[in-house]
């Protein structure tokens, strides 16, 4: 860990909010030569505690995870459970969404720190905490709680 607020400088995953997963996924597997990954619907079981702008939310979205030499590119399509990825999706269209940090062990104690910053928690779930940040930095920070 280093002196840095967030506690890393370690980028672990950048994420695009897609209209459809399918088509985003097999054209990015296709660009790349490889085969495409599965797409998963996170959350579905409800085994996940979300929370959205404070409220709770069963927070499902269609995933899928490209794992790279240096980082992790997902793909993520919105269902309409309220959650700041359809809001984004809703208001901007497709787009990065945001880019994410290890915080291991520390997620919701950087999020804290994040908010002191000014950048407050908009969404979390047991392993993720998103802060806005698009203001200052153009992009939604996302800490998760990953190894």
Same mark, same amino acid.
């Given at each position: ?6 506690? &890393? &400088? ?14 985003? &996924? ?30 709770? &939310? ?90």
């Amino acid at each position: 860990m280093d002196n840095t607020i967030l506690g &890393t &400088t370690f980028v672990c995953q950048i994420a695009m909010i897609v209209r459809d997963v399918e088509k985003a &996924t097999n054209r990015f597997a296709e660009l790349l030569g490889v085969p495409a990954p599965t797409i998963i619907m996170a959350n579905d079981d409800g085994s996940d505690t979300v929370t959205y702008l404070g409220q709770p &939310t069963q927070g499902r979205v269609r995933l899928s995870f490209f794992h790279m030499e240096n980082t992790v590119i997902e793909f993520i399509e919105p269902t309409e459970d309220p959650s700041t990825w359809k809001e984004f999706l809703d208001t901007k269209g497709p787009g990065v969404h945001h880019i994410a940090f290890k915080a291991k062990n520390r997620m919701m104690e950087t999020a804290a720190k994040l908010e002191a910053f000014g950048f407050p928690l908009i969404q979390n779930g047991d392993k993720y905490a998103y802060v806005e940040s698009t203001d200052d930095l153009g992009v939604i920070l996302e800490l998760l709680d990953i190894d």
